[in-house]
């Protein structure tokens, strides 16, 4: 009795019948082909590529159909899961045939790899970006791209994007999604030169995790790999998304060199939260490096017009459209955050004026936790500050010491945070970030708010900007506080007109003054002046009674806006 040949996938098309050439082959990837492979009674292919090849079967599991690998290896049948008939692409295809025609001693380590070599599915809204798709594609010509912006930024997506124009004309890339465990050299040499295997096969054959576990041999491994490497016939491009995951210095030397050294054929594309710790000015002076980062992923208003109609039903007013692009900055997770709130019942306005829960929640869960317990102060204490602020006046206020160490640490991690192009190192927040963390601070530290408000009243009036001043004074007291609205034409002026109080207080009374202005509690005041609790407390005494108010605060405002030299 004779056998029909099963269908076989020669290439990118799959030949239903081997030795007919009258019927028409089904394209891999089109409509026909998911139909085919969707239908119960299709049960088995065969692949072959320069990938691989195994022998496909469809397995009925749990109710549902999946399509599974088989490859028989030196008496051993070996295992793979597909997944559904809509999963199985082209690039899926050759994934499992490269982890197929390599010995695994497991089948949970090979459905791991397949996993992290598979290119994620793109969400079911997306917005073309055809600049920034074109960035991407010049970049090809260099060693490498960076996709660098904090988290919910639409790197990962605009990745996917472009590897579906690539996949579309043919050309070779490879995914490798990373992670802490990562960090371990054998998991991570074993997943990286898995990778590169589907785009130069037989390279897993010929190159060991081993040569670069083991202390003595990691050049030798490179120069295997990169021997390896030299064999690419045309353009392939890599992609290892989440990199800020890899933290192990070891990795980021041997990738730097990799970098340096593999052949002009192959580009390397990393997505990153943060700056990866590698040679990227050399890079950028060798004009080897492009760059994908926060100001480039930014939707502008006309892309949130093109997109919130995706994912919202409500009807919006060019206002609001506008007032949405000022008040997300173009952040997509956050348009999509209020939109989810929109599509709850929340008013248009009221969703885009007011802080939202959803967002604030997203930062203070996502985003402060990952921060060390003093990045936490310095970035409560400094949210107060309104707009563009410095080292010196991030160090008056948050009393930390190096601010401009830690302002130039959170733009390197790219923290919600930015340094715009202007005279001095000017740094300004994210203005959803600030709202969020100024919610922190009011709910775990209510009573800081008014020295902080003061710390910054203080440090402007010192600078000579006085409106800044009054402003802060005024957080610190409210706006309904008499003082501050009587002494309005004073701060106005441009230079401080001298007090009619001068000589009023008493050096001491000046003394507990200079603290109170940086808003010193009266236990730090005492450590300082080498004083009891209780002699602040009467000096303050006094100096409320001296100015006719009746709280210390009051006084501060009055020494202030009445420019009292203290």
Known sequence: MMHMPIPQVLGDHLLLHENSQATPSVPVGSSHWYTWLADAQNRSFSFRSHAGAFTA????????????????????????????????????????????????????????????????????????????????????????????????????????????????????????????????????????????????????????????????????????????????????????????????????????????????QLHIVIASRIDPPLPLARFRAQRQLTEVRLKDLRFSLQEIIQFL?????????????????????????????????????????????????????????????????????????????????????????????????ILEMLAHANLFIEKPELPGDQYRYHTLFAEALRVRLGQAHPTLLPALYLRACSWYQQNGLLNEALQYARKATGDDTPIVHQSVPILQQETPTPSVLDGVFTQRENDVIQFLLHGASNREIASHLVISEGTVKKHVSNICGKLGVRSRTQAITHIINASIPA
């Not at 793109?122 to 660098?148: F, N, Y």
């Not at 995951?245 to 340096?260: R, V």
């Not at 563009?388 to 008056?396: M, R």
Request: proline share 6%; aromatic share 8%; with cysteine.
């Open 57 to 264: 079967r469809h397995e009925r599991q749990r109710n549902n159909w999946y399509w599974y690998a088989y490859r028989k290896h030196q008496g051993k049948i070996y295992k793979a899961y597909l997944g559904k008939p809509q999963e199985l692409t082209a690039n899926r295809l050759n994934i499992v045939a490269s982890t197929l025609s390599r010995k695994r001693p497991c089948q949970r380590s090979q459905q791991t790899i397949v996993s992290k070599l598979t290119i994620p599915a793109l969400p079911s809204h997306v917005l073309a970006r055809p600049r920034l798709i074109m960035r991407l594609q010049e970049g090809v010509q260099g060693r490498l791209t960076l996709l660098s912006a904090p988290a919910g930024w639409g790197k990962t997506t605009l990745l996917r994007q472009w590897c579906g124009e690539r996949i579309t004309q043919h050309l070779a890339l490879s995914w490798l999604s990373l992670d802490t465990e990562d960090n371990q050299l054998t998991r991570f040499w074993s997943h990286l030169i898995a990778a590169l295997d589907t785009l130069v096969p037989g390279l897993s054959e010929a190159v060991s995790p081993d040569l670069f576990t083991l202390s003595s041999l990691p050049e030798q491994g490179l120069q295997t790999l990169l021997n390896k490497l030299s064999s690419l016939s045309k353009h392939a491009t890599l992609i290892l998304d989440n990199y800020q995951a890899l933290t192990n210095p070891a990795i980021h030397h041997a990738l730097t060199i990799l970098l340096e050294l593999m052949p002009a």
């Open 309 to 405: 109609p995706q994912i919202t039903k409500s009807p919006f007013t060019y206002n609001q459209y506008a007032k949405l692009s000022t008040r997300t900055e173009g952040w997509i997770t956050a348009l999509h955050l209020i939109t989810s709130a929109i599509n709850e019942g929340v008013a248009i306005d009221e969703a885009i004026e007011l802080p939202q829960r959803y967002i604030t929640d997203y930062i203070l869960e996502e985003v402060l936790p990952q921060q060390p317990e003093p990045v936490q102060s310095f970035l409560l204490s400094t949210s107060i500050l309104d707009s563009f602020f410095d080292a010196s006046s991030a160090e008056a206020i948050s009393e930390q010491p190096d601010c401009q160490a």
